[in-house]
């Protein structure tokens, strides 16, 4: 078994280390082990419920909340990416916590109504093709009195860093023939309004909801290879590219070059600091 850490060298001395084993092992603690602990600090998950993890990657929520819950409680994990899934189990195994992983559709949630007494969604739902749906099932699975947590980052004028990233990214990833748009690159901080966050909810079905703003400092080891970690492990969302090593190699060249200089900007010590602006939902069933 891969034992997954935050010192791991995903594309140097572990490279048989997947693009989801690396976002777990960077993004993680860089990021959302952090926004982790602010979102069940708004959550109040308590020993004995039922909780629900939507969109849950690697299960770094996840097994936060199973700690909180206790084993008189129930935890379920969903997710559409299996790679993310296959992860979440491998860390899970190394604990002694009892979660219920699903691989299944944040718009088409294969559990039964009303089964859950929390729903947890950490930067998810603004990945969802149709939100709406997602915002309904959130609804739909959680019990009368329940309550529904969810975090979104706030818009990319927040992320000047992930601007730099994403204007760097585009015309590279044409010059190797990959499809994509600034859309795609900029998607984590698509849904930035607090108002549309709640508008959409209410149209759900929830009551009492509460949009608040909150802010976490990412802290990233190794700036000199901040670009090359970074992008591999976001291949795990989009793997495709990775899958040929000498074109995204030449890709990672290009735009480590191309964003050095607002890179250098956010260095302190041996870190990239990035401060992360989110929204988060607090909603009543």
């Not at 010192?7 to 777990?24: E, K, N, R």
């Not at 002694?96 to 039964?112: F, I, K, S, Y």
């Not at 739902?125 to 149709?130: E, W």
């Not at 939100?131 to 706030?154: P, S, T």
């Amino acid at each position: 078994m891969t034992t997954i850490t935050e010192d791991v060298d995903p594309m140097g001395t572990q490279p048989s280390l997947t693009p989801a084993a690396a976002y777990q092992a960077y993004y993680g603690p860089a990021i959302f082990e952090p926004l982790a602990s602010i979102l069940l600090s708004r959550a109040r998950p308590s020993p004995g419920e039922s909780v629900l993890d939507v969109a849950c990657g690697t299960g770094i929520a996840t097994r936060r909340v199973a700690v909180s819950v206790g084993t008189t409680g129930r935890v379920v994990g969903v997710d559409v990416n299996p790679a993310m899934l296959d992860v979440a189990r491998a860390v899970t195994s190394e604990t002694d916590l009892t979660v219920e992983w699903q691989h299944g559709d944040g718009t088409a949630l294969p559990l039964p109504d009303a089964a859950f007494d929390l729903v947890l969604c950490q930067q998810g739902l603004q990945f969802f093709p149709d939100r709406d749906a997602g915002a309904r099932e959130m609804r739909r699975v959680l019990r009368v009195g329940g309550r529904a947590v969810i975090a979104v980052w706030q818009g990319l004028e927040h992320h000047p860093l992930f601007a730099a990233l994403a204007d760097a990214e585009l015309p590279e990833l044409a010059r190797f023939d990959v499809q994509a748009s600034y859309g795609d690159l900029v998607a984590p901080f698509s849904f930035g309004d607090a108002a549309v966050l709640r508008d959409l909810l209410v149209a759900a079905g929830f009551r009492q909801v509460e949009v608040v703003q909150a802010s976490v400092v990412a802290r990233f080891p190794d700036p000199d290879r901040f670009v090359e970690r970074l992008e591999y492990a976001y291949a795990a969302v989009v793997p495709a590219f990775a899958e040929d090593p000498a074109a995204f190699a030449g890709y990672l060249e290009a735009v480590d070059r191309r964003t050095r200089d607002v890179v250098d900007r956010h260095r302190d010590g041996d870190h990239v600091v990035i401060p992360m602006q989110t929204n988060i939902a607090i909603a009543r069933g």
